[in-house]
């Protein structure tokens, strides 16, 4: 059974960090790209980061570019989340997601941690 199970979230102020942790098991992870994902209350799931294979190329959402730094440890089947300098709009739950091979969407999900940015 594939899990993905993240952790790190909680209660910060404006202007704090985080660090999200995903740590996976019942497949290895380490030939696809995984991701970072969030939904805020009463908004669609939005894309937030993600990491290739390798940890060679990374992406990530306008919203958080310079912000926040996805990184991942193939050897422990983790893929990480720095959240720096977090904003009140980053308030949300946030899902771990990894893909089932690399030409298809997410496959895997978490079920997601809450991060609370407080003015």
């Known amino acids: 059974q594939v899990q993905l199970v993240e952790s790190g979230g909680g209660l910060v102020q404006a202007g704090g960090s985080l660090r999200l942790s995903c740590a996976a098991s019942?497949?290895?992870?380490?030939?696809?790209?995984m991701g970072w994902f969030r939904q805020a209350p009463g908004k669609e799931r939005e894309f937030v980061a993600t990491?290739?294979?390798?940890?060679?190329?990374?992406y990530y959402a306008d919203s958080v570019k310079g912000r926040f730094t996805i990184s991942r440890d193939n050897a422990k089947n983790t893929v990480y989340l720095q959240m720096n300098s977090l904003k009140p709009e980053d308030t949300a739950v946030y899902y771990c997601?990894?893909?089932?091979?690399?030409?298809?969407?997410?496959?895997?999900w978490g079920q997601g941690t809450q991060v609370t940015v407080s003015s």
């Open positions: 997601a990894g893909k089932g091979s690399p030409d298809r969407w997410y496959d895997y």
């Open positions: 019942g497949r290895t992870f380490s030939s696809v790209s």
């Open positions: 990491i290739s294979w390798r940890g060679g190329s990374t």
